[in-house]
């Protein structure tokens, strides 16, 4: 999923969400940026809502999400700004139920640009952050049938500033401390107001080989926005009978009413 930055004086408030699912994100940003708030309060605010709300646990996200194969609930998330090249990113990060929050936190308020497990956690009680001992605690109830994994990012163009974010549960019964692409610069976002930005959802450990967020943000001046895929199909957890001939994406302009729902079938 992918936007750029020069658009129309028309498009100049664009919002750009991943999945199907991603709709209440969109529509959360979409409120906050009509609110004069930035593209970083708006991205923020967005994927907030779905991090913290238990029913979007099948879709790989925040506190409802899959645990790894020790039983626990590792989230990973970053956010970056493509006016001043700002990152922030945590990942293995247990016990907090706003991990983009965190991220953000890291971007604006430490030294480094990237903070891990107990590291992220240690940070994050320290910026005000509340410790939740049952995020953080073992679950022995079983593996539950998760069917994918995915990642919410949302892209935001306001004016001359755009930013994007991402955050995931990550991929059910990983390996403890496993760290996918989602969190990574180039790999699962980029952000550089000279072009534009890109999200990146799907396997992480195969996006890894290809920085391809870093890649289609050099190629964006060719382009505004939409998406590429390699998924044939898609089945969203939350509506079990909707599947989508592609890869789902939500967008919305300043010249909608409301978000829509738009699908990228793979070009052959």
């Not at 609110?35 to 605010?45: F, R």
């Not at 409802?64 to 970056?80: C, I, K, Q, T, Y």
């Not at 936190?105 to 480094?112: D, G, L, N, P």
């Amino acid at each position: 999923m992918f936007l750029r930055d020069h658009l129309t004086n028309e498009m100049n408030k664009v919002i750009l969400g991943t999945w199907s699912f991603s709709k209440e994100a969109v529509t959360t940003a979409r409120d906050a940026l009509l609110s004069s708030q930035s593209s970083i309060d708006s991205i923020e605010k967005g994927i907030n809502s779905i991090e913290e709300n238990m029913k979007y646990g099948p879709c790989i996200v925040g506190v409802g999400g899959p645990r790894n194969s020790h039983g626990f609930l590792e989230m990973d998330a970053a956010v970056m700004n493509g006016r001043h090249l700002q990152f922030g990113a945590v990942t293995a990060l247990k016990g907090f139920s706003k991990p983009i929050s965190v991220a953000r936190s890291v971007m604006e308020r430490c030294t480094h640009s990237m903070l891990t497990a107990d590291g992220a956690r240690i940070f994050a009680e320290k910026e005000g952050f509340t410790f939740n001992p049952e995020l953080a605690s073992k679950d022995t109830n079983g593996e539950l049938p998760f069917q994918c994994h995915d990642t919410l990012g949302l892209i935001v163009l306001d004016g001359d500033d755009i930013s994007c974010g991402v955050s995931t549960s990550g991929m059910p019964n990983k390996h403890p401390g496993r760290v996918g692409d989602s969190a990574l610069p180039g790999n699962g976002l980029y952000a550089d107001v000279s072009g534009g930005a890109a999200c990146c959802s799907g396997d992480g450990d195969f996006i890894l080989k290809f920085c391809p967020a870093f890649q289609v943000v050099q190629l964006l001046k060719q382009g505004e926005y939409g998406a590429g895929t390699t998924v044939p199909s898609w089945k969203d957890p939350l509506e079990k009978d909707k599947t989508f001939n592609g890869f789902p994406y939500v967008a919305w302009t300043s010249g909608m009413d409301e978000p829509v729902c738009l699908c990228q079938e793979i070009i052959t």
